[in-house]
């Protein structure tokens, strides 16, 4: 029994390498899982994935996958903030890119040490103009845009009143060429109707779309 009390502390050594020989095992097995999901034809589908909403460098980037995200969001809390394991760095030589490839979502880029948004491709310039006293929901909805839509690639310009008379609420079509995103902003702000032509009296603009708010 005094032989076996007096290995205790032996054997509480040992059990505790023990621990950690596994507790580092596992880790680095979920490394490594996570980092073959992300070489070769996954990397490529995450990368094309990024280019439909976006432009890339030219330049073949490093792909890293995070497990342990507690010492990035200790060193770099404002990049890091919404890392999770999981996600993957995509590091190319003037900016970096957090990804989360579960939902998708684009978390976090950082150029040159300054944060910044991805820049779409492709920018839909809205102007919202309304009838009457409905200033109040132009201005509510031109919030909503740019709080949550901000970075899909459309651009407020414009909140005024019109000189047009509109009979309901719709998105004018202003810019064919934009006709494609027009539409898909038109589904996206509740399925308004989409006109191709414009209200006698209405003013000219710059914008691809006007957003018409009738008088209630």
Do not use: C
């Amino acid at each position: 029994m005094k032989h076996f009390i007096k290995k205790l502390p032996q054997i509480k050594w040992q059990l505790i390498s023990i621990i950690f020989a596994v507790g580092f095992a596992f880790t680095l097995f979920q490394y490594v899982r996570i980092k073959n999901q992300v070489n070769g034809p996954s990397a490529d589908k995450i990368l094309q994935k990024l280019a439909n909403v976006m432009v890339l460098p030219d330049e073949t980037p490093k792909i890293t996958p995070l497990t342990d995200v507690s010492i990035y969001k200790t060193n770099w809390p404002d990049f890091y903030k919404d890392a999770e394991p999981g996600d993957i760095l995509i590091q190319y030589q003037n900016s970096s890119l957090l990804y989360n490839p579960t939902s998708g979502k684009i978390l976090n880029i950082g150029v040159n040490g300054i944060l910044n948004k991805p820049k779409p491709k492709n920018v839909l310039i809205v102007a919202f103009r309304y009838n009457g006293n409905e200033q109040y929901r132009a201005l509510w909805l031109k919030r909503q845009v740019e709080e949550d839509l901000g970075n899909s690639g459309y651009q407020v310009v414009e909140v005024a009143p019109s000189k047009a008379t509109y009979k309901e609420d719709a998105v004018y079509l202003v810019n064919p060429e934009k006709k494609d995103l027009a539409t898909q902003f038109a589904k996206v702000i509740g399925n308004s109707p989409m006109l191709e032509k414009l209200e006698p009296n209405e003013t000219t603009t710059t914008a691809d779309v006007i957003v018409a708010f009738r008088s209630m």
